[in-house]
């Protein structure tokens, strides 16, 4: 980080001596070498005290940047380099902080440098105070306030390139924080003779040369303007153009300024209309005419400005010209009408042109304040910085020289007053001991001027309002008279003077000793300037424009508001004025910036020592440090000093129960401030030195943070304090439910336990119950069992003995019946051997028969036809018997299965059994067809009434009728049909309308043939030659083709006792007409899902795809 330089005071690094009070020796002499050597390297701010003085370096410093301001931006005054910004930081902030209200006197003559110190002021004020979008606006507004004044209100004179010629002083007025509300300007009477006329190398008021060098082409021809200044009579043209101002782009700078300010466009249009207006007038000329009567009367010469004029201001042109051309004077309510010679005419349009300037700028300053004017209704404080036109002595002055000096007069008065003589007056009502320094006090001068019966604008006042003949010499004369002895007043006139010889001074001219150097006025003009007459005429002329700025700008012009009465004088007014602004400055804390103007050259670098020992003199600078050296810097009222320091110590903090100035001396005895340093006045307390205050400053902020650290601290301690006991309050809490809690846990653990521990030994008790019970119960079981085993014993020795006893018994027995068989078998073996043997055997084969068929008896299987079961074979000698045995049964039971069938179900099967006999094994479709019931009648013909037609025309009995597909030769498609058999015959008929197609008896069918597969198609043959035959055999294809078939068999039979001829083949022929047509059946397409497809191949073959 690069190092950075901290000046901690103003005597740090300093050029010469920073602040005047310490300068040693201090003569003339040596305070302007301290001036010139600071001046000589860059530092053109030097102190005496609090005042400053500014030198005019000529040339832009590098010391008014942001950056600067950021380093004086809240530092004490002594702490850095002499500056304006300190002076403005030191005003702004006891503005906001100590709630005083301020005032910076920028004073200084001509050129001096008071304008630019003033914006400074402002800048910085500006650039410190608060910020945000309407503070930011308030103080654009405020600053651009200036361009606009300056290019109306300043003037290149021979003193200053941008001399104002208007005085100004602004109250900026901010809130409570210190930011910025508003502000109100107020002007002080402009040096309006520069309108129409200015000396030699002088100009104009700057807008005139702005307005035609920067506007453009179209605005000027808007304003009837010509770019040539020299066009026009009011502009000086010896120095129109100043070095190194650009008029054109102030111009810009000025319509901007008027924009951010707030003209509306109408507003800048009307006001440069009313420049432009002033501008032409000059250019208005006149020449005499001679009346009838002998008097002089002025004509317009060219009436072509005139006639622009008018056009440009919506004045009747008639009435312009009248005004011009004569004057109305009315004299006890009698109007009478004058005419106006060729002067008096040129010095009504140069009144006139005055006049509109002048109330233009008045205007112009009432326009601004209603812009800048604060908001809020809240209390202000307020910083009022004043800026007026500077000390000037020319070559010719006048009326407005001695009013401008005058004033400074007065500002000279007010610092002495605030400054010198109040300062002393302040340490002798204040007891304080205290040498007398003499100065100069112009209080006498002022006297001189502004003296109510003695002074010279009373008696130009006088002179104004006398009756009878007044003129400037009049006027003369009579200041010779009344200031003759004044010792400020100089005349070659007056009596007894001390001048009469005095060439220097003509005759026609009176000579002030100012404070700031001996003015000669030229006493031409005076009267009228001061009179400020505008005729009537004129007036109302304006106020009949149809301009509504203009209009506005001549109230007095209505007829209406006719006012006999005099207006003030203009010296009156500026007396007047000046005294309100001197009690305005008195009310507030002053701030005094001295502008000294270091050559006349306006030249940078050259500092030319007789004329700032002439400023310093007359400015009483030397005298202001001396009373600055002898006196003290700084008092307060022992309240305020014990209120702003109590905290510094013990026993005056926080409460001093004593006298104020009690509590002062404790204070700073308890300090350790050394005596020199203060002294106690009456109601004051006065410290000597800025740097005592300072370090009262420091120990103050230093104990404000202390005291800021300790009630942070405290209030820290209380919150922890605070926090501790609520965790504390809380901990009993959340401890006392915790305890509850685990005395609850631990109350249920021992309960529990208890319980446990109880039911173990209620467990255990009754386990041993249980033991002795059991151990009980198996002694019992055990005695039950030794005792069963006893009696077991016991009872298997008995079954022993007693079982022993029945083999005995048996033996004995068997062993009597062996022997009694021995005995028997020996006695009767010789009668039996010979046949037993035969007999034996038959015995054995009959009683084996009678076994198996008794078993047989009980093991038949059911009577079902179909049941397979039978009961396996016994004996294989009976192998034959069994068969034949299943046999027969087999028989038995389908004749008795047989008899149950009515004579109906006997057909049926007769039916099936004759299809079985045709089609078992040799079509497909048979196995199908055996669990289908044939119904013959599928179409219910009889039932049908849509079928009565067929019915009618049918009249045996119907053996078949069902819907069959009539496959059609050609193409092989099918068409339904009805296929009815009847005892004789095979009928054909249509499906929907029931006629009978074709009729064959049954005699004429020879054949039918069919596929071994598993599909429908049949073709009936039919005999050849036969009637039928003649449109060929059929081809058929029905569901129930194994019905119809064995259907058409047996029909056949039974009528022509012929069996009929069924073919079953995979390729067969059928006589369509009198073609043969092979029919081949072909297994496996798959084509049309499930159902058979028939399709003719060509002529000789129809081939059906079975799936
Ligand atoms: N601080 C400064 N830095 C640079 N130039 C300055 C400074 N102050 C003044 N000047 C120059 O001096 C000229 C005159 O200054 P300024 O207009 O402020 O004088 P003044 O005291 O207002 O005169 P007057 O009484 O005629 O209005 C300015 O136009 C500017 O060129
Ligand atoms: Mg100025």
């Not at 100012?514 to 003015?519: D, F, I, L, N, T």
């Not at 009668?831 to 009959?846: C, D, P, S, V, W």
């Not at 009976?878 to 069938?901: G, V």
Request: aromatic share 10%.
């Amino acid at each position: 980080m690069a190092k950075m330089e901290v000046k901690t005071s103003l005597l740090d690094d300093m050029i010469g001596v920073g602040d005047m009070v310490l300068l040693e020796p201090l003569n003339e002499d040596s305070f302007i070498n301290n001036l010139k050597k600071r001046f000589d390297h860059n530092e053109v701010y030097t102190y005496i005290g609090s005042v400053v003085i500014s030198i005019n370096p000529y040339r832009s410093l590098p010391i008014y940047t942001p950056e600067k301001v950021e380093e004086y931006r809240n530092r004490n005054f002594y702490e850095l380099s002499p500056h304006i910004f300190a002076l403005s930081d030191e005003a702004y902030r006891s503005l906001r902080d100590q709630d005083k209200d301020q005032c910076i006197l920028i004073t200084g003559e001509s050129g001096a440098g008071k304008t630019e110190a003033s914006k400074l002021v402002m800048s910085y004020v500006a650039a410190v105070c608060g910020k945000g979008a309407e503070v930011n606006q308030v103080k654009e507004q405020l600053l651009q306030s200036n361009p606009v004044l300056e290019a109306f209100g300043n003037a290149k004179t021979v003193r200053n390139d941008n001399s104002s010629r208007f005085g100004k002083y602004m109250d900026i007025e901010f809130d409570f924080k210190g930011d910025p509300l508003g502000g109100v300007i107020s002007n002080y009477l402009l040096e309006k003779s520069r309108v129409v006329k200015q000396p030699r190398g002088e100009r104009n008021f700057h807008i005139f040369y702005q307005i035609l060098s920067g506007a453009s082409e179209e605005f000027l021809c808007k304003l009837k303007l010509e770019k040539d200044f020299s066009r026009y009579n009011y502009l000086g043209l010896d120095s129109a153009t100043v070095n190194g101002v650009d008029d054109a782009s102030n111009f810009r700078t000025v319509r901007n300024a008027m924009q951010i300010v707030g003209f509306m466009d109408h507003e800048t249009q009307s006001v440069f209309e009313v420049v432009a207006a002033v501008l032409k007038l000059g250019n208005i000329e006149f020449k005499p005419e001679s009346r009838a009567n002998g008097l002089d009367e002025s004509k317009i010469k060219d009436k072509n400005e005139l006639k622009e004029i008018c056009e440009l201001t919506g004045i009747d042109q008639s009435v312009l010209e009248r005004a011009f051309s004569f004057r109305t004077v009315e004299a006890k309510q009698e109007k009478v009408s004058t005419t106006l010679n060729v002067a008096q005419a040129y010095y009504a349009r140069d009144a006139l042109a005055k006049n509109l300037y002048s109330r233009l700028f008045s205007w112009l300053v009432t326009r601004i304040n209603e812009s800048i004017k604060a908001q809020t209704k809240v209390r202000k404080k307020v910083m009022g910085v004043l800026d007026i036109y500077g000390f000037e002595i020319f070559e010719d002055n006048s009326f407005e020289q001695f009013i401008i000096n005058y004033c400074n007069e007065k500002l000279q008065q007010i610092f002495i007053e605030l400054t010198l003589k109040e300062e002393q007056e302040e340490y002798i009502r204040e007891g304080i001991e205290w040498t007398h320094i003499e100065y100069f006090n112009n209080a006498i001068i002022c006297d001189l001027i502004e003296n109510n019966q003695t002074g010279i604008l009373a008696m130009l006042d006088e002179e104004c309002l006398r009756p009878g003949t007044v003129t400037d010499d009049t006027f003369l004369e009579k200041l010779n008279q009344v200031c003759a002895t004044h010792q400020h007043f100089e005349s070659r006139m007056s009596k007894c003077s001390r001048f009469l010889n005095d060439t220097s001074l003509p005759h026609s001219c009176f000579r002030i000793q100012h404070y700031a150097g001996k003015v000669m006025y030229q006493v031409e003009g005076f009267v009228d300037k001061n009179n400020d007459l505008l005729y009537r005429d004129l007036s109302q002329a304006m106020w009949k424009a149809n301009h509504s700025l203009i209009k506005a700008l001549f109230p007095e012009g209505n007829p209406a508001k006719i006012n006999l009465k005099r207006p003030p004088t203009a010296g009156s007014q500026f007396k007047a004025s000046v005294a309100t602004l001197m009690k305005n400055l008195q009310t507030k804390n002053p701030n005094y910036i001295r502008c000294i103007k270091p050559n006349d050259k306006k030249a940078a670098h050259i500092f030319n020592e007789a004329l700032v020992c002439h400023q310093i003199r007359y400015l009483g600078l030397l005298e202001n440090v001396r009373v600055r050296r002898a006196g003290y810097a700084f008092r307060q009222p022992y309240e305020a000093c014990l209120e702003r320091y109590k905290m510094l110590c013990k026993q005056t903090w926080p409460h001093w129960r004593g006298p104020a100035r009690a509590g002062v001396e404790v204070l700073f005895n308890e300090l350790g401030i050394p005596e020199e340093e203060f002294s106690f006045g009456r109601s004051k307390i006065f410290i000597r030195n800025p740097r005592t205050l300072f370090k009262l400053e420091d120990l103050r902020k230093q104990r404000l943070e202390d005291l800021a650290t300790l009630i942070g601290k405290i209030y820290r301690g209380w919150k922890c304090r605070t926090r501790f006991l609520l965790m504390k309050k809380c901990q009993i809490v959340i401890a006392s439910w915790y305890r509850r809690y685990s005395q609850q846990k631990k109350y249920q653990k021992i309960k529990s336990s208890a319980i446990t521990v109880q039911s173990y030994i209620r467990g255990w008790k009754a386990r041993k119950l249980l033991r002795e019970l059991k151990h009980l119960k198996r002694c019992n079981e055990a005695a039950t069992v030794i005792a069963a085993y006893w009696h077991g014993t016991q009872a298997r020795r008995e079954l022993r003995r007693l079982k022993d006893e029945a083999r005995n018994k048996h033996a004995v027995a068997v062993i009597w019946a062996f022997w009694l068989g021995y005995k028997v078998r020996r006695e009767y073996r010789k009668f039996f051997r010979a046949n037993a043997g035969r007999k034996i055997y038959e015995f054995t084969l009959q009683r084996l028969m009678q076994k198996y068929f008794l078993e047989m008896k009980n093991k038949m299987p059911s009577l079902s036809p179909i049941d397979k079961n039978w009961p396996a074979r016994p004996y294989l000698f009976l192998d034959s018997t069994h068969k034949e045995l299943k046999r027969i049964f087999h028989l038995w039971r389908c004749k008795k299965y047989r008899d149950q069938f009515t004579d109906q179900q006997k057909l049926i099967y007769e039916e099936k059994l004759e299809a079985s006999e045709l089609f078992k094994d040799k079509k497909a479709l048979y196995p199908a067809s055996v669990g289908q019931p044939f119904q013959g009648a599928y179409l219910e013909i009889s039932e049908n009434p849509k079928y009565k037609k067929l019915k009618d025309a049918v009249d045996e009995k119907i053996i078949i009728a069902e819907v069959v597909n009539k496959i059609n030769r050609a193409n092989g498609k099918a068409a339904s049909r009805i296929f009815l058999l009847t005892k004789n015959n095979v009928l054909l008929a249509d499906q929907k309308s029931g006629t009978i197609k074709s009729e064959v008896p049954l005699g004429d069918v020879t054949k039918v043939s069919m596929s071994s597969q598993n599909d429908g198609f049949f073709a009936v043959h039919l005999k050849e030659g036969s009637e039928a035959a003649s449109k060929g055999d059929f081809l058929l294809s029905s569901d129930h083709v194994i019905e119809m078939a064995t259907k058409l068999y047996r029909t056949t039979l039974s009528q022509t006792k012929q069996k009929l001829n069924i073919e079953i083949s995979d390729e067969f022929l059928v006589q369509f007409k009198q073609d043969k047509v092979c029919v081949k059946f072909i297994q496996g397409s798959q084509k049309n899902g499930n159902i058979p497809t028939c399709k003719r191949k060509n002529n000789r073959l129809l081939e059906v795809a079975i799936p």
